[in-house]
């Protein structure tokens, strides 16, 4: 008992003494180590100690840039701009010596990667990435990078170590978050420091800082790079190949301190074992820094690294060793917390000590790891030595968009490709030249290709901190196959450079004609769609197949443009159909008759439609990325204006002005009773919804359409089980990310401009949606073998099978479209974008007697 007192008494004490300490820098600093005063610290460009404010990210870049203003170890770069247009900022620090040769250091270390090549790994230095706050409103990282930032630069003791070691540090991961957050807790922070867990300036506002412009978590985004925070940091990461990477993180207030390793069993397979055995090495450094500061810490016992999207586990396939750390988040300046009080100053000073705890291990195992970077790249030609797959090609005939992008993207990851200059057929599979791309396999990057295509469905836990699939050609709803040396060596490909341009469409035909059509197979057609739609012209919807005089067939969901009411002459439009048509990337078809085969194009069949006013419900308990994924696809990919509708607004706005609503992901219990009259009103008025995830749940208990769902049945027989077994027992019933096979009716609207039936779909939650039994409501349903790549529990599979995947629901002369999956994930799940684009364009067409 005497014993226990006297702990809890210095724990207590280790918690309150950086309330009194906070304002001195030497309460950062390790002992030992004299500072070379010509380096300002960051109290003297600031005017405030770090710790006392949320350094927003001006006040970062105007310190690291005075800084490396006065230091000939440090060189600052700007990498690129954020949405919000903020500098992206890396530090280069290293010895003056190594400054003068920084390409030359690049490129032995590129040789690092050919198994071949000659290298003194003796004299390599060592590259660390310093990575902090991906997460903005996990500020205590972005602040260490201050302290980081003056140590390395200004320590006297470190001099000779530079020669060996190169440090990229990138303070903010993600500048508009950081800059979000900091805003909201200065504003609301008192001079006198509250901790209560209620406060205002502890509860911050949705969306939150944690994402960025568009509410995207941008620690997934790193094999996906679909945001330019992103593309920029991967490119500098590939142009550099660090040894280490830190990747520093919060968690729970209620928490202590979190470094890596995670979990064995839940590393991916592609990861060599040797990586786990470092970074429990590296492990120990923190252990010896942080106990000399009295932190309490764990690891093993949490976190893994299986998706290779994230900081911690993007360099893991890549011969690098990603760490996470997770740090108990104060949020603001002060918290209580199950451990006492916990001040902001105390979270920046364990990140700051595991900076420098990692710096001593880059130190002491710098030949290891150049050895282990050079062996990962050995070890990955052996095994495309023994592979029998020599290449992968993938593609699509009838949309070039989708496989631009996936191109794209693998493009940004230092990977060779190759576009197909002919046409050829794989097992029966046709690729088109100038549609489709050869990825070899005989590459540096082979591990990396590997996680890309592979599909997986076994595995060694059941566990997973985030998804357990993401075949990149399903992700797109391309076809693919694996090639043989064979078949490879008779492809004309050529190879094609980073940041290629998208293939601009055309108008087939003259000014003048009858009137002008487009099918809607491409990517981007409803790009075109609006962009028309805009200038006043005349846009229909063939839910018929047309053949076109020229034989040209035109199949359903083709669109016919005419001037319409609007006053343009001929050559105004021909000059609107160009330009969008480029844009677009797709091909527009002069129609000189109206007497066309199939149907006439002034059929009854055809709807005029009406150019989508779009209204997406934000704030409150609505999910803010997936709100934010529809924003982005609106105003990044198809131009297309939306208003953001806070949920609070919802029952004084004039819902007229919209003919589509979207209800992503989420509770809408706050619009109360008067929202749900205000919105079956409106459908019944002839809106059309678009609902998503639990929303339909909303809408099913409010009568509002009719969704239900599948109860679990599965009932536990056993009057006892074993307590230690509860959080696995539980874990393994979690859907946290999978691919499942769906059949889709490509003749109803929700499935135009698809080619096949066949469709992969993600999912992440267990909603399991009964279908309608009016079978035309049904647009797509879960196949009776679903498990595509990913894991899901077995009880869970059970109930999937031949379930609904998306429902349509008539009220009125309106429709409430509802999708189980979020068929726009994480923005690069291009397969199923456009099930929701004709939601909003072609929802209004669907006939009532298919909707009930």
């Known amino acids: 008992m005497k014993t226990t007192k006297i702990f809890m008494i210095a724990l207590l004490a280790w918690l309150i003494l950086p309330v009194k300490a906070?304002?001195?820098?030497?309460?950062?600093?390790?002992?030992?180590?004299?500072?070379?005063?010509?380096?300002?610290?960051p109290k003297q460009v600031l005017g405030f100690e770090v710790g006392d404010w949320h350094a927003t990210h001006d006040q970062v870049v105007m310190y690291m840039q005075a800084v490396a203003a006065a230091s000939d170890r440090v060189s600052?770069?700007?990498?690129?701009?954020?949405?919000?247009?903020?500098?992206?900022?890396?530090?280069?620090?290293?010895?003056?010596?190594?400054?003068?040769?920084?390409?030359?250091?690049?490129?032995?270390?590129?040789?690092?990667?050919?198994?071949?090549?000659?290298?003194?790994?003796?004299?390599?230095?060592?590259?660390?990435?310093?990575?902090?706050s991906v997460?903005?409103?996990?500020?205590?990282?972005?602040?260490?990078?201050?302290?980081?930032?003056?140590?390395?630069?200004?320590?006297?003791?470190?001099?000779?170590?530079?020669?060996?070691?190169?440090?990229?540090?990138?303070?903010?991961?993600?500048?508009?978050?950081?800059?979000?957050?900091?805003?909201?807790?200065?504003?609301?922070?008192?001079?006198?420091?509250?901790?209560?867990?209620?406060?205002?300036?502890?509860?911050?506002?949705?969306?939150?800082?944690?994402?960025?412009?568009?509410?995207?978590?941008?620690?997934?985004?790193?094999?996906?790079?679909?945001?330019?925070?992103?593309?920029?940091?991967?490119?500098?990461?590939?142009?550099?190949?660090?040894?280490?990477?830190?990747?520093?993180?919060?968690?729970?207030?209620?928490?202590?301190?979190?470094?890596?390793?995670?979990?064995?069993?839940?590393?991916?397979?592609?990861?060599?074992?040797?990586?786990?055995?470092?970074?429990?090495?590296?492990?120990?450094?923190?252990?010896?820094?942080l106990d000399k500061i009295g932190s309490l810490y764990y690891s093993q016992e949490d976190f893994d690294d299986f998706y290779y999207g994230k900081g911690s586990t993007?360099?893991?396939?890549?011969?690098?060793?990603?760490?996470?750390?997770?740090?108990?988040?104060?949020?603001?300046?002060?918290?209580?917390?199950?451990?006492?009080?916990?001040?902001?100053?105390?979270?920046?000073?364990?990140?700051f000590t595991t900076t420098l705890s990692s710096f001593e291990a880059a130190r002491e195992m710098r030949v290891e790891l150049n050895t282990y970077l050079r062996d990962f790249y050995k070890e990955a030609k052996t095994e495309y030595d023994a592979d029998t797959n020599k290449a992968l090609i993938f593609g699509s005939k009838e949309d070039a968009g989708r496989t631009y992008h996936l191109a794209d993207m693998i493009l940004q990851h230092d990977i060779d490709l190759f576009s197909l200059k002919e046409d050829i057929s794989v097992n029966g599979v046709e690729f088109e030249k100038e549609k489709a791309y050869i990825v070899p396999l005989n590459q540096p990057q082979y591990r990396l290709i590997k996680s890309l295509f592979e599909t997986r469905t076994t595995f060694t836990d059941s566990l997973f901190y985030d998804v357990s699939a993401w075949t990149m050609p399903m992700a797109f709803n391309l076809d693919y196959m694996e090639l043989s040396s064979k078949i490879l060596n008779l492809a004309n490909v050529e190879e094609v450079p980073k940041n290629f341009p998208k293939a601009k469409g055309k108008v087939v035909g003259q000014p003048g004609a009858y009137s002008y059509m487009f099918g809607w197979s491409e990517y981007y057609a409803p790009k075109a769609a609006y962009a028309?739609?805009?200038?006043?012209?005349?846009?229909?919807?063939?839910?018929?197949?047309?053949?076109?005089?020229?034989?040209?067939?035109?199949?359903?969901?083709?669109?016919?443009?005419?001037?319409?009411?609007s006053?343009?002459?001929?050559?105004?439009?021909?000059?609107?159909?160009?330009?969008?048509?480029?844009?677009?990337?797709?091909?527009?078809?002069?129609?000189?008759?109206?007497?066309?085969?199939?149907?006439?194009?002034?059929?009854?069949?055809?709807?005029?439609?009406?150019?989508?006013?779009?209204?997406?419900?934000?704030?409150?308990?609505?999910?803010?990325?997936?709100?934010?994924?529809?924003?982005?696809?609106?105003?990044?990919?198809?131009?297309?204006?939306?208003?953001?509708?806070?949920?609070?607004?919802?029952?004084?706005?004039?819902?007229?002005?919209?003919?589509?609503?979207?209800?992503?992901?989420?509770?809408?219990?706050?619009?109360?009773?008067?929202?749900?009259?205000?919105?079956?009103?409106?459908?019944?008025?002839?809106?059309?919804?678009?609902?998503?995830?639990?929303?339909?749940?909303?809408?099913?208990?409010?009568?509002?359409a009719t969704f239900k769902f599948k109860e679990d049945e599965t009932k536990d027989t056993l009057v006892q089980r074993s307590y230690a077994d509860y959080g696995n027992a539980t874990g393994a019933k979690v859907t946290g990310g999978a691919i499942f096979n769906v059949n889709l009716d490509i003749t109803h609207p929700i499935g135009y401009g698809y080619e096949k039936p066949e469709l992969f779909t993600f999912r992440g939650d267990n909603l399991f949606m009964v279908p309608a039994e009016n079978a035309y409501a049904n647009p797509m349903v879960y196949t009776a073998n679903p498990l595509a790549s990913g894991y899901i529990h077995p009880s869970n599979l059970e109930q999937i099978k031949n379930s609904g995947a998306i429902r349509v629901s008539g009220v009125g002369r309106g429709r409430v479209i509802g999708f189980v999956d979020n068929?726009?994930?994480?923005?690069?799940?291009?397969g199923t974008n456009k099930l929701f684009m004709n939601a909003i364009f072609f929802g209004q067409t669907i006939q009532s007697g298919t909707a009930r």
């Open 22 to 41: 906070q304002n001195s820098l030497s309460y950062y600093l390790p002992q030992g180590y004299t500072y070379n005063p010509t380096i300002p610290t």
């Open 76 to 132: 600052i770069e700007v990498i690129g701009r954020t949405y919000e247009m903020r500098p992206q900022i890396v530090l280069t620090i290293t010895s003056p010596a190594n400054h003068g040769k920084l390409d030359q250091i690049k490129s032995e270390r590129k040789k690092l990667r050919d198994p071949s090549a000659n290298v003194d790994i003796d004299k390599m230095p060592l590259v660390m990435w310093a990575g902090y």
């Open 135 to 289: 997460h903005g409103n996990e500020p205590s990282a972005v602040n260490a990078s201050l302290l980081a930032a003056y140590h390395f630069a200004a320590a006297n003791e470190i001099a000779a170590d530079l020669d060996n070691i190169v440090i990229l540090l990138d303070p903010a991961l993600n500048p508009d978050g950081v800059n979000r957050f900091a805003s909201w807790v200065n504003s609301h922070k008192s001079y006198v420091m509250n901790g209560d867990p209620v406060n205002r300036e502890l509860n911050e506002a949705w969306p939150r800082g944690r994402t960025n412009h568009y509410w995207f978590d941008l620690n997934r985004d790193w094999l996906p790079a679909q945001h330019p925070e992103s593309r920029n940091r991967v490119a500098k990461v590939q142009e550099w190949l660090p040894n280490i990477h830190l990747d520093f993180h919060e968690m729970g207030s209620n928490s202590t301190f979190f470094f890596q390793p995670g979990v064995p069993t839940r590393n991916h397979p592609l990861t060599p074992k040797k990586s786990f055995e470092l970074t429990e090495k590296i492990g120990q450094y923190h252990a010896k820094h």
């Open 314 to 351: 993007y360099p893991d396939v890549q011969g690098s060793i990603g760490i996470l750390f997770e740090q108990a988040s104060s949020r603001g300046h002060l918290q209580e917390t199950i451990y006492g009080p916990l001040t902001f100053a105390f979270t920046i000073k364990n990140q």
């Open 532 to 565: 028309l739609m805009d200038k006043g012209y005349l846009v229909r919807v063939a839910h018929e197949e047309i053949t076109l005089p020229e034989a040209i067939k035109m199949k359903r969901g083709s669109i016919i443009v005419s001037k319409g009411q």
């Open 567 to 704: 006053q343009a002459t001929d050559q105004e439009l021909y000059n609107d159909l160009v330009k969008a048509a480029e844009d677009a990337g797709i091909e527009i078809h002069a129609v000189t008759t109206g007497y066309s085969g199939g149907v006439n194009i002034g059929s009854p069949s055809i709807d005029v439609l009406k150019k989508p006013e779009i209204a997406i419900l934000v704030d409150g308990g609505v999910s803010s990325s997936d709100a934010g994924e529809v924003w982005h696809l609106l105003d990044q990919r198809f131009q297309m204006p939306a208003t953001l509708l806070p949920v609070d607004r919802f029952n004084a706005a004039d819902l007229s002005r919209y003919n589509v609503i979207v209800f992503s992901d989420g509770n809408y219990n706050q619009l109360g009773k008067s929202g749900v009259e205000k919105t079956k009103n409106w459908v019944r008025d002839g809106g059309t919804v678009i609902a998503t995830g639990r929303a339909l749940n909303w809408f099913g208990q409010n009568e509002i």
């Open 823 to 830: 068929p726009n994930f994480r923005g690069f799940w291009f």
